[in-house]
């Protein structure tokens, strides 16, 4: 089993809806969690993170930590043509020298 | 802010020959630099880590022969790739962490190599 699961998509929604990306994993070590968005031969960007549980909300995007449930979310509210790209969840334990373990990544697809 | 940079963005070589990739954070100082590998439509595979001034960590599997990593400076950690074969061809980005808590990583936006 591994560490951290996500679904590949793809995922293809009309502009304006709002898109649900998801992960779970196994360690409840877990503390940090992050979002990045990819594009196409493109570096990942970092679009949120929260640590333990909780929400957070930046702009149009929210991001949700369910510890209990070992599930995060990511959700785009108003999805545009521009929020195509590939979504990768990510984790990490509380110790600064732990590694960051990466999802396989959501592709996403906004139809205008 | 938070840059990091990666040159070249693409090579392409021949089979046998070595290549270096830079990666430089530009506006901050990164204690700690990270260097992934990602296939086509597959997530990002940690290779190793590494600290100025110091040896960097290699994950299981990794060879450190062929995969030389440098951190020389606070901004600038090199990656290169010895003897190249072409399953070797891949992406290749690097990532940086500033000073403090580790837990955020800011990316570079990747370097394409092809080995022929």
């Known amino acids: 089993q591994k560490e951290v699961e996500q679904d590949p998509g793809p995922l293809s929604v009309p502009e304006g809806a709002i898109v649900s990306l998801n992960c779970t994993y196994s360690n409840s070590a877990f503390q940090y969690f992050m979002w990045y968005r990819q594009y196409s031969r493109k570096g990942p960007e970092l679009l949120m993170y929260?640590?333990?549980?909780g929400n957070k909300e930046d702009g149009r995007f929210t991001a949700q930590v369910d510890k209990s449930s070992k599930y995060i979310s990511l959700f785009i509210r108003d999805s545009q043509p521009s929020d195509s790209a590939t979504y990768l969840c990510?984790?990490?334990?509380?110790?600064?020298?732990?590694?960051?373990?990466f999802g396989s990544g959501t592709r996403l697809s906004i139809r205008p | 802010g938070a840059v990091v940079s990666q040159h070249p963005s693409w090579v392409i070589c021949k089979s046998g020959t070595s290549v270096k990739i830079e990666c430089r954070s530009l506006d901050f100082q990164a204690t700690t630099m990270f260097w992934y590998r990602q296939f086509p439509k597959q997530s990002l595979m940690l290779m190793a880590t590494?600290?100025?001034?110091?040896?960097?960590?290699?994950e299981q599997g990794v060879e450190k022969d062929k995969f030389l990593i440098n951190h020389a400076s606070l901004t600038l950690s090199t990656l290169t790739v010895t003897s190249a074969h072409p399953e070797d061809s891949s992406f290749y980005i690097c990532s940086a962490s500033p000073l403090g808590p580790a837990y955020e990583q800011y990316f570079g936006p990747g370097t394409r190599l092809t080995v022929t």
């Open positions: 990510a984790m990490r334990e509380y110790s600064s020298a732990s590694k960051i373990i």
């Open positions: 590494s600290n100025e001034g110091s040896k960097a960590t290699y």
């Open positions: 929260t640590y333990s549980s």
